[in-house]
Antibody, heavy 120, light 106 residues
Framework: QLQLQESGPGLVKPSETLSLTCTVS??????????WGWIRQPPGKGLEWIGS???????YYNPSLKSRVTISVDTSKNQFSLKLSSVTAADTAVYYC????????????WGQGTLVTVSS | EIVMTQSPATLSVSPGERATLSCRAS??????LAWYQQKPGQAPRLLIY???TRATGIPARFSGSGSGTEFTLTISSLQSEDFAVYYC????????FGPGTKVDIK
């Protein structure tokens, strides 16, 4: 059974870079059938897709965040990672990693999410 | 940019009753529309994709309809475990979610 688990600091200072990793178990991140993505949810608010990556390293990002986002993949560790630079309080959110089909961005499997707070 | 809207923001329903949730896209997304259920403290769960196809393991009381810009999620007879927030999401281009509809107990 596929499992995704987010990890990383729960507190980041303003202007610094948020870094999270998603570890995939019960399946291979190198599957040719799927992309791997990040979605966030500010407390009490809705969902926002951040970006996605294929095992080959091909990425696509939400245009509204593209200038600050980098997503990378480490197939040897079955992990993919998110970096979000120049964070502000508006980036405080629960960050989810998820898997979607290569044909359509339908998020069928999700991690449990991790809360990242931006505060000094 | 495609903007998704959902109505109502909150829907109060008694157990056993029918719930009808609406989702609208600012431009046509064809049938590239998914619905998710989210309970407090949990990740969203995929219910419907392709506007009307139930995901694996989703009970038949959940049904989706619509195409283009207008979509509906219907829960035919609400069970206690169905009280949650429901989000629609278009995937016609880069994915965007609606603001959600909270279904609570009347």
């Amino acid at each position: 059974q596929l499992q995704l688990q987010e990890s990383g600091p729960g507190l980041v200072k303003p202007s610094e870079t948020l870094s999270l990793t998603c570890t995939v178990s019960g399946g291979s991140i190198s599957s040719s059938s799927y992309y791997w993505g990040w979605i966030r949810q500010p407390p009490g608010k809705g969902l926002e897709w951040i970006g996605s990556i294929y095992y080959s390293g091909s990425t696509y990002y939400n245009p509204s965040l593209k200038s600050r986002v980098t997503i990378s993949v480490d197939t040897s560790k079955n992990q993919f990672s998110l970096k979000l630079s120049s964070v502000t309080a508006a980036d405080t959110a629960v960050y989810y990693c998820a898997r979607h089909d290569i044909v359509a961005t339908i998020f069928g499997s999700w991690g449990q999410g991790t809360l990242v707070t931006v505060s000094s | 940019e495609i903007v998704m809207t959902q109505s109502p923001a909150t829907l109060s329903v008694s157990p056993g009753e029918r719930a009808t949730l609406s989702c609208r896209a600012s431009q046509s997304v064809s049938s590239n529309l998914a619905w998710y259920q989210q309970k407090p403290g949990q990740a969203p769960r995929l219910l419907i994709y392709g506007a009307s196809t139930r995901a694996t393991g989703i009970p038949a009381r959940f049904s989706g309809s619509g195409s283009g810009t207008e979509f509906t999620l219907t829960i035919s007879s609400l069970q206690s475990e169905d009280f949650a927030v429901y989000y629609c999401q278009q995937y016609n281009n880069w994915p965007a979610f609606g603001p959600g509809t909270k279904v609570d107990i009347k």
